[in-house]
């Protein structure tokens, strides 16, 4: 028997955001009245885009010299190629990695093996614009360094072999040297389409910091100053690296600093909601903070309170305790004034005849901390060395990885960015050192922010410190020192809270890798599948998961792709004696059971998710169940609010 659609249940979606759907939908409910239906050839409805009524719309309207007039902007080879690939859905999924894991069960951190360009576009459902700050360390091109490829067709499949996940011809991905033409385009395509997709992860008031040298340090600006915009550039920040001073003679100019160049997403948001701070103060600054009164509250330094010319304030007499008047323009009103000299705040300079000065104690000025400046040094804020010998300590060995980033530097760009339990991405781990300042900024502070690492299993060579201490891959090493670093921090802590009333920090990361779908029909086809290969997969689909497929692996699959973060905490109940998983507080209900039956969708609805999600081929070809289970909810939407109704779908 047959059944009207509104019988037939919603099939859930096997791919990652439509990046180009969403824009023309955030794009729509803006300007709606721009998009018109007409119905094609076929008799079927189209929706298209009136670009003359956009214009009109945003006030802007064309002419002949407009059309020829030559435009501002930054161009080259692949640009177009590389902006298809932003628009390619993903039909990847992430496995969870128990064993490799800690604290799987309840950790809110994530460290991701594998391409981060698919990974990237999983991770547009679960978090979009909720990430406060971004830190990457990205190739520099120098034409030696692991690279990522540009032929655009940097597909699942090219990863699975190259990870030797899959058999294949063996791809590799590989260096880019100078000799192979196209040096400097295939580098800005590697980056564009990864940090177009990174842009749409943070948040409103979030911030990205890339460290970057001279090689490619002007076509990174262009190239951000397109996909973030260039008034929201927020710095180009100098690091020196080295403390050592270089004795080449072969060079003019030896190079002891590289750079970070800072963006934010929308710098007048950040600005106005203030959702940046202060880095520790340094010991210089410090020093000028003394006790000379033997004040209670410790040490203290003074900010002037009589204002600068053209700085506004308040004007009025002060006497000072010598007896001498001053009628001046101050920062602050008589009231506030003498509130701080009731508190004995105020300091009266030259033997209490000079201008009036307020204190400012040292533990306020901690707590507030300095602003940052774009000059780094390596005594404050570390050097290429430390980073090197932080990681030596770690693993007892030298040498396990290569001009690793110092803890001091990704720490201080998270003290600026970042504080509570903000979010920090890094797509390029290497050797976790952002995953490690997280841990250590989260003990320091008292926040439990939580990270995001993604790195490729890039081969270790053989004869590497790192293969022989037994670490296969770049990723082997990040995830082993995560470990270690949380080993001793919890031996450091030794069961106690370094804070009063302080809440346990999150102090484990969950391992999940890149991997093929687990659903046949969500698997995607390489582009010279041929028809007697198509016929074979056709014929699996029958039976359409995967056999070697977990049910956590499921699990985890319909989760990332229903837009629920991998870090959602997931309870196990038992509903009409069937299994059901609950997610994000019972948000989502997940049934992977191989039947389901009247009594179960009767208990789902009575619970309200906001979604239910199960398998087809649970209902056994039944398709009477089905389309009462469309019905019951359908009943029971009657009446609600969009937002309050349960979306019931199919895999």
Request: charged share 25%; aromatic share 10%; with cysteine.
């Amino acid at each position: 028997m047959e059944y009207p659609m509104t019988n037939t249940p919603e099939k859930m979606s096997g791919t990652s955001l439509d990046i180009a759907a969403d824009k023309r939908e955030r794009l729509k409910q803006i300007f709606p009245t721009v998009f018109t239906e007409t119905v094609d050839a076929t008799g079927k409805l189209v929706e298209s885009m009136d670009f003359e009524k956009l214009k009109a719309e945003l006030g802007t309207f064309t002419d002949l010299f407009e059309i020829r007039r030559e435009r501002y902007g930054m161009d080259w080879p692949g640009k177009k190629e590389a902006l298809k690939l932003i628009q390619t859905v993903s039909t990847a999924t992430l496995k969870p990695c128990r064993e490799e894991s800690v604290n799987f069960d309840t950790t809110e951190n994530l460290f991701i093996e594998g391409d981060n360009l698919e990974v990237l576009k999983l991770l547009q459902k679960s978090y979009y614009g909720k990430v406060k700050m971004i830190y990457i360390d990205p190739p520099y091109n120098t034409g030696n360094e692991f690279i990522y490829p540009d032929n655009f067709s940097e597909t699942l499949e090219t990863y699975l072999e190259y990870a030797g996940l899959v058999d294949g011809d063996g791809k590799k991905f590989s260096t880019n040297t100078a000799n192979e033409g196209r040096f400097h385009t295939k580098w800005m395509n590697m980056m564009y389409p990864r940090l177009y997709l990174a842009r749409n992860l943070l948040r409103d008031d979030g911030v990205i910091f890339i460290s970057i040298d001279d090689n490619e340090v002007s076509n990174l600006k262009k190239v951000c100053d397109e996909v973030f915009g260039e008034e929201n550039f927020e710095a180009l920040i100098s690091w020196r690296r080295r403390h050592n001073q270089p004795n080449d003679g072969t060079k003019m100019i030896a190079k002891v600093a590289e750079q970070i160049i800072v963006y934010s997403k929308h710098s007048a948001i950040l600005k106005e909601l203030k959702s940046y701070y202060g880095i520790p103060l340094s010991e210089s600054r410090r020093s000028d903070y003394r006790n000379p009164d033997h004040d209670k509250r410790g040490p203290w330094a003074t900010n002037p309170w009589k204002a600068a010319v053209g700085r506004g304030g308040s004007a009025y007499k002060l006497t000072t305790p010598t007896g001498k008047v001053f009628n001046e323009t101050w920062y602050g009103n008589i009231e506030t004034f003498n509130l701080l000299l009731a508190d004995n705040r105020v300091h009266w300079t030259d033997g209490g005849n000079g201008f009036p000065r307020i204190k400012i104690f040292l533990q306020e000025a901690e707590e507030k901390g300095q602003p940052a400046i774009n000059f780094l040094t390596h005594d404050e804020f570390g050097s290429n060395q430390d980073g090197s010998a932080e990681l030596g300590s770690l693993f007892g060995v030298e040498g396990i990885f290569d001009n690793p980033k110092p803890v001091k530097l990704i720490s201080a760009f998270g003290k600026i960015a970042t504080k509570g339990t903000d979010i920090i991405l890094d797509f390029f781990a290497g050797s976790g050192t952002t995953a490690h300042a997280a841990l250590d900024l989260n003990k320091h502070d008292n926040g439990n922010r939580k990270f995001i690492m993604v790195q490729l299993p890039e081969p270790c060579t053989e004869d590497s410190e790192a293969f022989k201490a037994g670490h296969k891959t770049i990723a082997d090493i990040g995830k082993e020192r995560i470990r270690r670093v949380i080993k001793k921090l919890e031996a450091e802590q030794n069961g106690k809270l370094p804070f009063d009333n302080a809440s346990p920090q999150d102090r484990g990361f969950k391992v999940l890798k890149l991997d093929k779908s687990n659903f046949k029909q969500w698997q995607s086809l390489p582009p010279d599948t041929t028809p007697e290969t198509l016929v074979k997969q056709l014929k699996l689909f029958i039976d359409h998961i995967d056999p070697k497929a977990r049910p956590e692996d499921l699990l985890y699959e319909i989760l990332i792709k229903a837009g629920f973060p991998p870090s959602e905490q997931i309870e196990s109940q038992t509903l009409a004696g069937k299994t059901v998983y609950s997610i994000a507080g019972g948000g989502l209900l997940l049934c992977l059971e191989d039947k389901v039956s009247a009594e179960l969708i009767n208990a789902v609805a009575e619970a309200e998710p906001m979604q239910f999600i199960c398998l087809d081929a649970a209902f056994g070809g039944n398709d009477q169940l089905k389309a009462n289970t469309v019905q019951t909810f359908a009943a029971r939407n009657m009446g609600k609010e969009k937002h309050n109704q349960t979306v019931f779908k199919t895999v």
